[in-house]
């Protein structure tokens, strides 16, 4: 029999193994398990706040790998280029992409415009502490003209949302739940992805095809810009009488940019911007933009040609 002295002894010995053994399977753990384990997805990228995003912007967004974009097409324009309508998968796709960065995150984009919308959203976002890094076209002869805006923030992502909120409200951007997914085209897109070399997704009446490069892009803190914030060659097809029309921008460094563009004149794809989208970028990149309405198969051989003048993942 164990005295009163030795049972309480035996007791709290006990008291404390359960609590270690309590604590070290806590530990263990997955960081972005929620009490009870219950996932939570606004953890998951290094604690990026996706839920705080989503109730100010007034939508949801995409993630991927560390990046969470938001897409805001200009639905509210109807805009033509040569005549062909545009839908908005096609060329007027505002979006907003957070990533976490330390203590910090980080906010990068690109905003479709109407001319005289450039200014105010363009104050807005200086005076909010958001950076303009680029303004300028991407097609020829659309009706009517529009620009596009890159920027870069650092901040609290709630606060950084809100400032981009603000900035877009001084646009007609059509903000909150989208109204409705468009009606996915008819058109069979085996033979394209094959010539390409790429599979695509169609988003409403669009195949969009993504490629990133092989390098880590940086920007000068070292912060990387993954593919899915803007690094990454686009290439868009849209379903027309002729054909199809294509539309993006190759990501290029400056040894790059000739090859393709001779790659992509053989194929009878016109060029219509060269420009810049970061400001401190490394390697330095060069955006150009591409347009043409024809034969579908035929595009897409001139577009994997020129994609094969670059480092791209292919």
């Not at 060069?286 to 094969?308: I, P, S, T």
């Amino acid at each position: 029999m164990l005295n009163k002295a030795q049972a309480n002894r035996k007791y709290v010995a006990g008291f404390i193994v359960i609590v270690m053994v309590t604590i070290g399977a806590a530990a263990t753990l997955p960081w972005h398990t929620a009490a009870g384990g219950v996932f939570d997805e606004t953890r998951l990228v290094q604690q990026l706040n996706t839920k705080a995003i989503d109730q100010v912007i007034g939508r949801s967004g995409e993630l991927k790998g560390d990046v969470y974009k938001i897409g805001l097409p200009r639905t509210d324009l109807k805009v033509t280029v040569d005549g062909e309508a545009m839908k908005p998968g096609l060329a007027l796709g505002s979006w907003i992409a957070f990533e976490r960065t330390g203590d910090h995150a980080m906010v990068m984009g690109d905003l479709v415009l109407l001319e005289n919308e450039i200014t105010p959203v363009l104050s807005k976002l200086e005076n909010s502490g958001i950076e303009i890094s680029a303004i300028h076209n991407h097609v020829l002869n659309e009706q009517p003209r529009i620009m596009y805006m890159h920027y870069m923030g650092h901040g609290d992502e709630a606060k950084l949302a809100h400032a981009m909120k603000e900035a877009l409200s001084l646009s007609g951007t059509p903000m909150g739940p989208p109204a409705g997914s468009p009606a996915p085209s008819t058109f069979d897109w085996t033979k394209v992805q094959e010539a390409l070399g790429i599979k695509g997704n169609e988003r409403g009446g669009v195949l969009q095809v993504g490629v990133p490069r092989k390098e880590k892009i940086t920007t000068a803190d070292g912060t990387e810009v993954p593919a899915f914030m803007g690094t990454a060659t686009a290439i868009n097809f849209q379903p027309t009488s002729k054909g199809v029309a294509i539309t993006g921008d190759f990501v290029m460094i400056g040894s790059e940019v000739n090859p393709v563009i001779r790659e992509s004149r053989k194929a009878g794809i016109q060029i219509t911007a060269l420009h810049s989208h970061m400001l401190d970028e490394s390697p330095r990149l060069f955006f150009m933009h591409f347009w043409a309405n024809d034969q579908a198969v035929k595009l897409a051989r001139g577009l994997r040609a020129a994609l094969e003048k670059t480092n791209s993942s292919l």
